[in-house]
């Protein structure tokens, strides 16, 4: 059970970083800094002026915090399909017996 949950949340942060990593692609919805554009969701996490020849600056405190929000979704949802396919198997084992 120790070595499930433990690959669980290995896998976890794994699919919180490329979710992380596919939002920002997207520009985040809310209007705020004007002459600014910031992609990430939930948090923002790479900004850019509107200026010819303007970098890209990534925010890593929120990329983190991203990847925390992202992976801690995701390690409910596969923990909870694990626990599930798993009662449901023993209790298919205990319906032959």
Same mark, same amino acid.
């Given at each position: 059970? =120790? *070595? =499930? $949950? @433990? %690959? @669980? %949340? #290995? $896998?976890? +942060? +794994?699919?919180? %970083? !490329? $979710?992380?990593y596919i939002t920002g692609f997207f520009i985040y919805p809310m209007n705020g800094l004007i002459g600014s554009e910031r992609w990430g969701f939930p948090f923002y996490w790479i900004t850019q002026a509107i200026v010819p020849g303007a970098e890209k600056v990534i925010n890593w405190t929120n990329f983190i915090i991203n990847t925390m929000f992202w992976g801690s979704i995701v #390690? @409910?949802? *596969? &923990? !909870? @399909?694990? &626990?599930l396919l798993f009662k449901y198997k023993n209790r298919k084992d205990n319906k032959k017996s």
């Open positions: 059970m =120790r *070595n =499930r $949950i @433990i %690959l @669980i %949340l #290995f $896998i976890s +942060i +794994i699919e919180g %970083l !490329l $979710i992380t #390690f @409910i949802v *596969n &923990y !909870l @399909i694990v &626990y």
